[in-house]
């Protein structure tokens, strides 16, 4: 046992004298992997994403014997600053130089000695181009990007030799987008013609012009909009979308390696920017350079952005946005309802919807009123809508009973009548009745303010007359009628009928719903008198009406007539008086 023991010990002195030695070969005690390089290939276009406050770094390397240079950055959305710098290095590295862990060539330029050299910077939210010549010494070249306001993307895009790059649409040298024409719900626009257009023939398709209304302000570039619509449709889901996930303990390697730029590889654009377009407000229409965008809405504001696009190369270019407002629609004439008027509202277009506005500001510091209407035509369809500071109070239909509307707590009100009209026969039939009550109106309306009221006043039980046939003579006749508890004044009313409208049963003179006691003459008024009685079920009052020819059919009209609102007419009653008695 004891030799065992002895065995076992000497074995792992051994292996832990050994196990150092294999460890200083592979890993030297002091070696941190450095950060991973992302190249910038030459002829393509690389997107690049940039975390707010960290610099995102692009390597390339020209081949031998290229005298220019080209780089463009594009932002998308907000602002970012980038540097283009030249690296030269002393002595070129040894490749028979082993280390630990896999490095790219970049990482072990930076360990040798050398000098870095900047070339161009650029800040802003607009896409820069630095085109000049290479650098004789340069071993790598380095582009820095970084974005401080938010978290955003750019793509770049390097080119190797003099003149055009050819794969970015040209703007003309004024590239703003005018506003020809502005109307309710459209608005016409145009702009130059971009050079890359005019070079080409015109079968040549791969350019198109793309307009991308909106109502928040002008993009910079293409994917500026996108990011806002994109921004827009995750607020609307209510769902931020995380891009990293954390762990409860993080590994220290993946720590370290998160310090870096861990970010997928860039990808190239897309082939065709068109196919994107589906989620925007845009519309695309070739190369006409002169465009009218309609089914815009009244009085709102709106931007424009025109984008030239690079079907081949999938690119575009931005004008310089337009902004325009457009026109309101044309408000109706509002009329304004004095004290106590009473108002016939006619709707001359009987054959289409047609409408009128009204207003009305009540007196007193109570800010109460009473709106009455009464429809006197038989087939129209007429709605009342009374609102106030732009909100609804009220919407109801109006028929040929009266309708009440209690106006109550604020300064003015905006009253709108609209009418659906009727086909030909009803309208006739309607306008004849009317003519025959001496009418030629559609809608009676009143207003008027109510000082010491709380609300609508009490109406009658029933609006029929009774006649009493014991009680009827040959020059007077008895009439009975419900009343209401408040303190009215009742007028009574009489029209002698010819023996022609007495063989008709008087039909033409009972149906005028709208026949009020202004339309009447003063010689058919027989009798006024007030009446009140505190119990609804006991409010009946009499009259005898006297002075009557024997054997004469009479019709006798009976008007509620109150301080507010219409007067309301009680159904016409036909009697005759006895020949003999």
């Known amino acids: 046992m004891a030799l065992s023991l002895c065995l076992w010990a000497t074995l792992m002195l051994v292996w832990g004298s050994l196990l150092p030695q294999v460890h200083s070969a592979l890993a030297p005690e002091n070696e941190v992997p450095l950060r991973p390089t992302t190249w910038l290939p030459e002829g393509k276009i690389t997107s690049v994403t940039l975390p707010k ?26 602002p970012i600053e980038w540097r283009l710098t030249a690296r030269t290095l002393k002595d070129k590295p040894l490749k028979t130089l082993q280390w630990s862990t896999k490095k790219s060539t970049p990482e072990v330029w930076w360990r040798g000695p050398g000098t870095e050299e900047k070339i161009y910077s650029f800040a802003g939210d607009t896409v820069d181009t630095y085109s000049g010549p290479s650098h004789p010494r340069a071993s790598v070249y380095i582009l820095r990007l970084r974005s401080k306001q938010q978290t955003t993307r750019a793509t770049v895009f390097l080119h190797e030799g003099p003149g055009p790059l050819g794969v970015f649409p040209l703007l003309p040298a004024d590239p703003r987008v005018h506003t020809l024409g502005v109307g309710m719900t459209s608005v016409t626009l145009s702009w130059a013609p971009s050079a890359s257009i005019i070079s080409l023939p015109k079968a040549n398709n791969g350019y198109d012009y793309c307009v991308i209304i909106n109502s928040q302000q002008n993009y910079p570039n293409l994917c500026a909009a996108k990011e806002r619509k994109k921004e827009e449709q995750d607020q609307n889901r209510g769902k931020k979308e995380k891009k990293r996930q954390a762990t409860p303990w993080p590994v220290l390697k993946d720590w370290w390696w998160e310090q870096w730029d861990s970010y997928p590889e860039p990808q190239s654009g897309p082939s065709s920017l068109t196919d ?16 009218t965008v309609s089914e815009l809405l009244p009085d709102t504001s709106y931007y424009f952005d025109v984008f030239v696009i690079d079907n081949v190369n999938g690119t575009s270019a931005a004008y310089k946005g337009a902004f325009a407002r457009t026109h309101e629609e044309a408000r109706a004439a509002v009329v304004p309802l004095r004290e106590g008027e009473l108002r016939w509202v006619d709707f001359q277009d009987g054959g289409s919807k047609s409408q009128q506005f009204f207003s009305f500001r009540p007196r007193g510091w109570q800010q109460s009123g009473l709106l009455t209407l009464q429809s006197c035509g038989g087939g129209e369809k007429t709605t009342v809508t009374v609102s106030s500071k732009g909100q609804v109070l009220t919407s109801q239909g109006v028929g040929a009973d009266l309708t009440h509307i209690w106006l109550q707590g604020s300064p003015s009100y905006l009253i709108l009548l609209q009418q659906e009209g009727t086909t030909t026969s009803q309208r006739t039939s309607v306008t004849d009745v009317a003519r025959l009550g001496g009418l030629n109106a559609s809608v009676k309306m009143q207003v008027s303010s109510a000082y010491h009221r709380r609300g609508v006043p ?10 009493f046939n014991r009680l009827r003579g040959c020059n007077s006749v008895t009439l009975a009628w419900m009343g209401t508890e408040e303190r009215s004044l009742y007028c ?15 039909a033409s003179a009972l149906t005028a719903p709208c026949l009020g006691p202004e339309s009447r003459s003063d010689t058919e008024r027989v009798l006024c008198k007030y009446f009140q009685e505190l119990n609804p079920r006991r409010a009946v009052t009499t009259a005898v009406i006297g002075g009557l020819e024997p054997g004469v059919a009479y019709v006798f009209d009976v008007y509620l007539m109150r301080r507010w609102g219409i007067p309301i007419k009680y159904a016409s009653k036909m009697v005759k008086t006895r020949k003999e008695c």
């Open 53 to 78: 406050g960290r610099t995102r770094r692009l390597y390339f390397t020209l081949k031998k014997k290229t005298s220019a240079m080209s780089v463009t950055v594009s932002p998308c959305h907000f």
């Open 276 to 291: 994107d377009f589906d989620d925007l407000q845009c519309l695309c229409q070739g190369t006409e350079n002169v465009c």
């Open 458 to 467: 009490s109406l009658p039980s029933t609006l029929q007359i009774k006649s």
């Open 492 to 506: 009574v009313y009489r029209r002698k009928l010819s023996s022609f409208d007495e063989e008709a049963g008087g």
